[in-house]
């Protein structure tokens, strides 16, 4: 934006210092009695002038009537009162983006002389009237990135002229009206982010003819591949996210460059969908078909698409089929054929994709080894679950420590690079990598080095020998090497399991029941493998019988353990032991739902299991444990008792203990900022882009967890409602240190988005300041809590005080500042003050380090 939180009133300061004295009635006086509603430092505009000389007004030719107002990002709060620029009866032009307008003025409509209108990323949350249909000369409204609710108004009808109408990232439900359809001039229409439902209107795809964008992603929409048939003018189409069904045939136009179905229920031969010979495949710059439903072979015609940067085709239902022809596509940045059922050897012609920067084949059949790939921009690459064997080549072990992703887990690796660290093996080489012994570090045999340096090499070829010979030995006995010991408890376990039930167990502080009485008749449901047959009886071996020894946690929901199921599904296991207020069929209904809920920075759900009167939600494991422990340099083996945090500790050899180190990272700004940025993601996701909005009622610095990419993930969102009732004074009272205001009392209010916007300031103040949110050391002050504290620093220009030490250095100090300001917004005491968490999304991008910090 170019303006700081609060280094934008210096800039409205200066724009408009000349309007104290204007004269009543005269389009300066109005501006003038706009700023001084609007603004806190309206005070200081102490000297006349004319208001079409100030940078941000453009006047007639006659310099009496303002036709152009832009006041993007200066700071503006509150609503707009009545009176002011809406008496600008020539104004053509009003840019009001990037502030903090709550509402708009009664006579607002009124300003029909309006062409273009830009409102977007406030926080106006009220429902568009008919009134709308004044705005008759109306070219371009953009309303984005707010909290406007209720029906997209049928007098939209009336804007005749309108070329681009975006309403993305607001609450608008129910249908598109019907009235879009007399706007028949539109180039671009962006209802993204809604909670916009039913059906398009009839005609939709018919009546634009010059319409070249159209982005209706992450709302329920439903509809069919045909709705977009007349669409001939269309450049770039984004209807991901919804519930579209049909064959993608009849999406394709000669004009497509941009093309994103991602998400949706489309289905059939893809193999059949080879487009006729009008659509040209050189204009293809962008294609997502991503999680639908597609069979049959990938597109014989996908070497043609040479301009093509991002290919996605990912969790479909391909039938097996070697990798596609891609040698021709050298402009590739990105692609993903995850889990598209590829056999066979990766393709050599890989290596001369030289712009690729993420590539995504997990979860296929590709046999052989990883060619030796060249692309330097290479920052993602996962080829985890595959049947791929060999060394990893030095070109690519090499690239690792410059990479922001890599995952080479479950494959036959020959692995022999002293450069890799257990605790990187640990986590991103998962499964049987058989290491070479000479050639690798000692480190991984987790044996102390030798004193005498005389012996060293006589004992490494010993030792090489030793495992070589017992190497043949398990082989021929078929046994294979369990590295933890637990594993192996867990697997002698359901050698002598007792099927029969009811089952009790026993934590700390609580004892649970699962009343079944057969273990094996009791489904587990895993969302991604609904073919696995897993049972109860499968959770019993793979937490071995819920024994202490695989308990992570207990929480407010109940005991947290961590297992492995068939198929390698590694999983931490939540029991929800609070009785719960909704029938067996609701609570699988919402669990069922909360699976479908994905996104990069959400603790996936993968399963559940309904046992007796117990839910037991199966999520995946967290390999980088949780940002309490990490933050405030806790072990890793130690547990709170409110979280589910990771036990990434090992016992070795000789019954010693190893970290891997991984919170060492939280030493950089960068890193606490790409956490901050995840989470607010996360939460953004919840209200803005799932329907109905989910509050996640508990938002803290332990339900923010790290995979193994060290991503940041947000948990347990949406538990709360498989309690009913069960739970709800209790969850809306919130963890110490990080309840809200409007909750300090015993009538405790109902939990809104506004009170996680609190939760998310608190955990952005103990990212910047590296202090708890209760009972730390706050320097020089006799505050109680963190936010008071920092809360006071802020007001008195003092923030840079509270920046942990830790970080002060790696990054510029006014972004840390600026962040804290952020958080300064978050926590204010009214919730309407608060900003939406798609604000603060925006907010922190502005601050985004750049990658030499």
């Known amino acids: ?39 806190v430092t309206y005070s200081e505009f102490n000297f006349s002038g004319s208001v079409c000389s100030l940078q941000g007004v453009t006047c007639d ?13 200066l700071g503006l709060s509150g609503p707009i009162p009545d009176t002011t620029i809406s008496k600008l009866s020539k104004l053509q032009s009003l840019d009001l983006s990037y502030n903090n307008i709550t509402s708009l003025p009664s006579d607002f409509w009124s300003l029909s002389s309006l062409k273009r209108l830009n409102l977007s990323s406030n926080q106006i949350s009220e429902s568009l009237t008919n009134n709308i249909g004044n705005f008759g000369q109306l070219e371009v ?44 001039s539109l180039v671009s229409i962006d209802l993204s982010s809604n909670q916009l439902n039913g059906s398009l209107p009839d005609r939709f795809g ?22 977009f048939s007349g669409m001939k003018s269309i450049t770039s189409l984004n209807i991901s996210g919804n519930q579209f069904q049909g064959s993608v045939m009849g999406v394709f136009h000669e004009q497509l460059k941009v093309i994103d179905l991602s998400r949706n229920q489309f289905q059939g031969h893809i193999s059949q969908v080879q487009f006729n010979s009008s659509y040209n495949w050189s204009n293809l710059v962008y294609l997502d078909l991503s999680e639908n439903r597609l069979s049959g072979e990938i597109f014989q015609k996908l070497n043609q698409a040479q301009n093509l940067k991002h290919l996605n085709l990912a969790h479909n239902r391909f039938t097996r089929q070697k990798f596609p022809q891609i040698g021709m596509l050298l402009g590739l940045e990105y692609m993903n054929l995850s889990k598209t059922s590829l056999v066979g050897h990766i393709p050599a012609e890989i290596s001369e994709l030289l712009n690729l920067n993420t590539l995504d084949i997990s979860m296929n059949h590709l046999v052989g080894r990883i060619p030796s790939l060249r692309n330097k921009n290479l920052q993602v690459l996962d080829v985890s679950n595959n049947n791929l064997s060999g060394e990893i080549p030095s070109s690519i072990l090499k690239k690792i420590p410059h990479m922001e992703k890599y995952n080479f887990s479950y494959n036959n690796f020959t692995l022999c690079a002293l450069e890799i660290s257990s605790g990187t093996l640990k986590t991103k080489f998962i499964g049987s990598v058989d290491s070479c012994p000479i050639a690798a570090n000692p480190i991984l045999f987790r044996k102390k080095s030798a004193k005498h340096s005389g012996t060293k090499l006589a004992l490494v070829l010993t030792f090489s020998m030793i495992c070589l010979l017992a190497g043949l030995l398990f082989l021929a ?17 359901k050698e002598e399991q007792n099927i029969s039930g009811p089952f009790s167990f026993q934590t700390d502080s609580t004892t649970w029941v699962a009343d079944v009485k057969q273990a094996t008749s009791v489904q587990v449901v895993i969302f991604e493998k609904p073919l696995l047959n897993i049972t109860f009886a499968d959770l019993l071996a793979a937490t071995s019988n819920f024994d202490r020894g ?52 959400l603790v996936p759900l993968t399963g559940y299991c309904i046992a007796g009167d117990q839910r037991i939600a199966i999520y995946d494991y967290m390999e980088n444990g949780n940002l309490q422990n990490l933050l405030y340099d806790l072990p ?16 070795d050899d000789n ?27 996360a939460l953004a996701f919840l209200h803005h882009g799932c329907s109905p909005p989910i509050i996640h009622r508990d938002v803290k610095a332990s339900s923010v967890y790290l995979d193994y990419n060290l991503e940041p993930r947000l948990s347990d969102f949406g538990l709360a409602k498989i309690f009913g009732n069960g739970l709800d004074e209790e969850i809306a009272r919130g963890s110490p240190g990080y309840v809200p205001p409007e909750f300090s009392t015993s009538d405790y209010d109902t939990p809104t988005p506004k009170s996680d916007v609190y939760c998310f300031g608190v955990v952005l103040f103990e990212l910047i300041t590296g202090k708890k949110p209760v009972g730390d050391d706050y320097p020089d002050e006799k505050e109680e809590n963190l936010v008071t504290w920092v809360r006071g620093l802020v007001r008195k220009n003092q923030a840079s005080r509270a920046i942990d030490p830790k970080i002060r250095d790696t990054g510029p100090d006014h972004q840390m500042e600026e962040a804290l300001k952020i958080g300064y917004l978050c926590t204010a005491d009214l919730s309407s003050k608060r900003p939406t968490m798609q604000q603060i999304v925006g907010l922190l991008k502005d601050i985004e380090p750049t990658a030499n910090l």
């Not at 609710?149 to 975006?166: D, F, K, W």
């Not at 070249?212 to 709302?219: D, E, P, Q, S, V």
């Not at 919402?590 to 920075?601: A, D, Q, S, T, V």
């Not at 019954?655 to 950089?668: F, V």
């Open 206 to 227: 018919a009546v634009f003819p010059k319409l070249k964008t159209l982005n209706l992603a992450g709302n329920n929409i439903y509809g069919r591949d045909s709705d």
């Open 61 to 73: 030719a006659d310099k009496e009537n303002v036709v152009e107002l832009r006041a993007s990002g």
């Open 141 to 184: 409204i953009d309303f984005s990135s707010n909290n406007f609710s209720g029906e997209i108004p049928e007098a939209i009808s009336s804007l005749t002229r309108l070329q681009v109408l975006n309403l993305a990232e607001n609450m608008f439900e129910h249908n598109i009206p019907s009235g879009i359809l007399q706007c028949q």
């Open 550 to 601: 695989t308990l992570l946690a207990e929480g407010k929901f109940g005991p947290v353990y961590r297992g492995f199921l068939p198929g390698g599904i590694h999983v931490a296991v939540k029991v929800l032991v609070v009785g719960s207020t909704l029938t067996d069929q609701e609570a699988a209904r919402e669990l069922e739902y909360l699976g479908r809920i994905k996104h990069p920075n």
């Open 655 to 681: 019954n010693g203990i190893q970290n891997d180190g991984s919170e060492a990272l939280l030493t950089t700004w960068r890193f606490r900022h790409k956490i901050a940025l995840g989470t607010a993601r």
């Open 1 to 39: 934006m170019g303006f700081g939180v609060f280094g934008s009133i210096l800039v409205l300061s200066l724009f408009f210092k000349p309007l104290a004295s204007q004269q009543p009635n005269t389009d300066g006086f109005f501006v003038a009695e706009f700023l001084k509603n609007m603004s």
């Open 477 to 493: 006995f078929g046994c294979r090497r369990k590295t933890k010991m637990w594993a192996v408890k867990q697997a002698s376990y």
């Open 636 to 651: 890793l083996g130690l547990q709170r008792t409110d979280d589910w945090s990771t036990d990434t500790w090992e016992e």
